[in-house]
């Protein structure tokens, strides 16, 4: 029935893409549809200031007056980079290493099919399923914007989806090449994890501490949200987010098609 295993992940894919894009989909267009309510607030300036100073700090709660600032406050700062981190992580850890430790992966490699092929189908699977889901959450954005004439440019919305997107790819081919090293899924969602949280603490911590501040450029999230995301503009270091995810690739797959599985 399928010619590939990417064809038969996908196929594997749908309901999950489908449920995460509706889910997350509406979750976006909520929030545009509560735009209008906040931009026509009448003491909106007194309601800000009553915000703790740290939360105004990290989630640049001043910009919310402008609908990009909006979005990045209650989607892109936390909720999106959140659902993109855990998508990319579980389905980076379950496409292989889970499969190993079902004993399905064994099943599959006894046929003509070489391992690193078997591996790059699933990268592949894991890449378009993200993009995806980016898709689908922006759409589902982009036409509630029109539907309250939000006056969002379409372009800065396609930035910030991409950088989440980027955020959610680079953490989820991680927690695959852990997998394909270890044959855990444990071990490949717990490396991918401390790092995703790794990140987070010291993008955090660097809007609170001078010293730690030059240190922010290690963190992913600080590459993904550092601009904005949605008013930043599309950055040339999205497209380098992904590199940390290939490098643990090509480091992890001759270790994948040399050792024994299930072992």
């Avoid at 995460?20 to 989909?25: S, V």
């Avoid at 699933?122 to 959450?137: D, G």
Wanted: glycine fraction near 10%.
């Amino acid at each position: 029935m399928f010619r590939s295993v990417f064809s038969k992940q996908m196929y594997d894919e749908r309901r999950r893409l489908l449920m995460w894009g509706l889910a997350t989909g509406l979750v976006g267009s909520l929030m545009m549809f509560l735009w209008p309510s906040m931009r026509d607030m009448p003491d909106l300036d007194e309601f800000l200031a009553n915000y703790p100073q740290a939360m105004r700090d990290l989630f640049n709660i001043e910009a919310i007056t402008s609908v990009a600032g909006f979005l990045n406050a209650e989607l892109f700062s936390f909720l999106l980079p959140g659902l993109f981190l855990i998508f990319g992580i579980t389905r980076g850890a379950a496409l292989v290493a889970g499969e190993e430790e079902t004993g399905k992966l064994e099943l599959v490699l006894v046929t003509s099919i070489s391992r690193v092929r078997f591996a790059l189908h699933k990268v592949a699977a894991l890449t378009v399923s993200i993009v995806s889901l980016a898709v689908t959450i922006f759409l589902f954005v982009w036409v509630s914007g029109l539907v309250v004439d939000a006056g969002l440019p379409t372009g800065e919305l396609a930035a910030g989806m991409t950088s989440v997107m980027f955020l959610g790819l680079e953490h989820g081919l991680l927690a695959m090449a852990v997998g394909l090293l270890t044959g855990s899924k444990t071990w490949a969602t717990g490396v991918a994890s401390a790092v995703a949280v790794g990140g987070y603490v010291l993008y955090a911590a660097g809007k609170f501490v001078d010293a730690v501040e030059p240190f922010q450029v290690a963190s992913p999230i600080y590459h993904a949200l550092e601009s904005g995301p949605v008013g930043g503009g599309f950055r040339p270091i999205f497209l380098l987010m992904p590199l940390v995810g290939i490098v643990a690739l090509v480091i992890a797959l001759p270790r994948f098609d040399r050792r024994d599985i299930g072992v």
